[in-house]
């Protein structure tokens, strides 16, 4: 295990130690679930990026016009809501 000394804000660690304390935990280990839960999702954002980055809009619109012009079965309509538009 390693530590890092980190310098935050006053009031940021005063809401970490507040936060820690209804969650009846201590400091440590609320920050250290928020920082894995933020790497978490920083990977994941990540790797949508690259997906997105790989991936080809003009293909996957040709897909999408080769798909017939049928209304839904009637058990998949979407319930119209009011300034929603329907494809066309």
């Known amino acids: 295990m ?5 310098r935050i804000a006053d009031h940021v660690m005063e809401e970490a130690r507040r ?3 209804e969650d009846n935990v ?10 894995a839960d933020g790497i978490g999702h ?3 954002i990540m790797s949508l990026k690259n997906r997105a980055a790989r991936g080809n809009a003009d ?3 040709a897909i999408l016009d ?6 839904p079965d009637p058990a ?3 319930i119209e809501t009011q300034g929603a ?3 066309r």
């Open 2 to 6: 390693s530590t890092y000394p980190l």
């Open 19 to 21: 936060a820690a304390a």
């Open 26 to 35: 201590s400091l440590n280990q609320l920050l250290s679930a928020f920082i």
């Open 42 to 44: 920083r990977r994941a």
């Open 59 to 61: 293909a996957a619109l």
């Open 66 to 71: 080769r798909t017939p012009d049928v209304d």
């Open 76 to 78: 998949d309509e979407l």
């Open 85 to 87: 538009s329907r494809r």
